[in-house]
């Protein structure tokens, strides 16, 4: 597929789509973004005639289809244990054989694993980071001395980047053991790449344009991401050759760690103009401030025609 164009619409009656929930909200720690998307998602489908409802989380989901009452899911529910982002839900509904957007089992699964991809990439040749695993307990200090600080301490399961720990001095490990305390699970630590921050939204098989993050107080944390309005985003993040890299990687790493449909694949760009591959998100947000509307505006993809593409894929 052209990486610049996207292919026409193969449904333009939506009726063809049926009775179709959007899933959102959930028990995660990323509710709130969750039901932020849910709600632009379901005005887009709805604004194009799509007999769209909300459901908040998966037990009403499960509830609703045991009535009937659903012929398709979009998902927009984000991270794991109750997120719907981690191949649970996906194992569920390929039972009760309900489409579903984005990723299935195996590309949810295992790009909710920030390690478990890595490995993959790794054996793969796809440039990454360098990285530990750190069991629960796991001495941080001991890691940070052998990999070498500046560091990206962070839960290898979560998303938002929730619990992610820039450690670029002896003093910052006490936050990341802190975080590390309350998290309780695996935690993933990985060399810092200090340069350009970009990111890759993928639509079926095309790479959309790039977008370079610029946060104003040096990082595209949580508050950066969905709290305040200072970010700036290039659209596309890079040109020429380099634009053209960037996008393809991203596609050979979304593909290679079992995703399909849609996603987004962050890339960090160091001094030497290197690409760094970081982790893949199956279910982005569909906030104000999310990335993948924004790429797909570039494209000349309105939200509501986004979101009517995305659910075709389910057809």
Not at 11 to 20: E, H, K, L, M
Not at 72 to 86: K, Q, T, Y
Not at 189 to 217: N, Q, W
Request: with cysteine; charged share 25%; glycine share 12%.
């Amino acid at each position: 597929m052209s990486q610049d164009k996207l292919p026409p619409l193969r449904i333009t009656d939506a009726s063809a789509f049926g009775r179709v929930a959007v899933l959102m909200g959930g028990t995660s720690s990323e509710r709130e973004v969750s039901l932020d998307s849910g709600r632009n998602v379901l005005a887009g489908l709805q604004a194009r005639g799509i007999d769209a409802h909300a459901v908040d989380g998966i037990p009403a989901l499960v509830d609703a289809l045991v009535h009937g009452q659903f012929d398709r899911v979009f998902n927009i529910l984000h991270g794991n244990r109750g997120g719907g982002e981690d191949g649970v839900l996906q194992g569920f509904l390929a039972a009760f054989e309900i489409p579903c957007t984005g990723s299935g089992v195996l590309g949810s699964a295992l790009t909710m694993d920030k390690i478990r991809t890595k490995q993959v990439w790794m054996s793969t040749g796809l440039p990454t980071p360098r990285f530990l695993r750190l069991p629960p307990g796991a001495d941080l200090r001991a890691a940070a001395e052998e990999l070498g600080l500046p560091v990206f301490v962070k839960p290898s399961c979560e998303g938002s980047s929730v619990g992610a720990v820039r450690v670029d001095s002896a003093a910052a490990l006490d936050e990341a053991e802190r975080v590390q305390r309350e998290y309780g699970g695996e935690m993933l630590m990985e060399s810092l790449v200090v340069g350009d921050e970009l990111t890759v939204a993928i639509l079926g098989e095309t790479a959309l344009p790039s977008i370079r993050i610029v946060a104003r107080e040096g990082w595209y944390d949580y508050k950066a991401k969905y709290l305040v309005e200072d970010t700036q985003y290039l659209c596309p993040g890079l040109e020429g050759n380099e634009e053209a890299a960037i996008r393809a990687l991203a596609l050979r790493a979304f593909q290679a760690a079992g995703a399909s449909g849609w996603g987004r694949v962050d890339v960090m760009r160091d001094g030497d103009g290197r690409l760094w591959l970081l982790e893949v998100n199956t279910a982005p947000g569909m906030t104000s401030h999310s990335l993948v509307p924004k790429a797909a505006r570039e494209f000349g993809v309105s939200f509501e025609e986004l979101c009517w593409r995305i659910l075709e894929q389910t057809l």
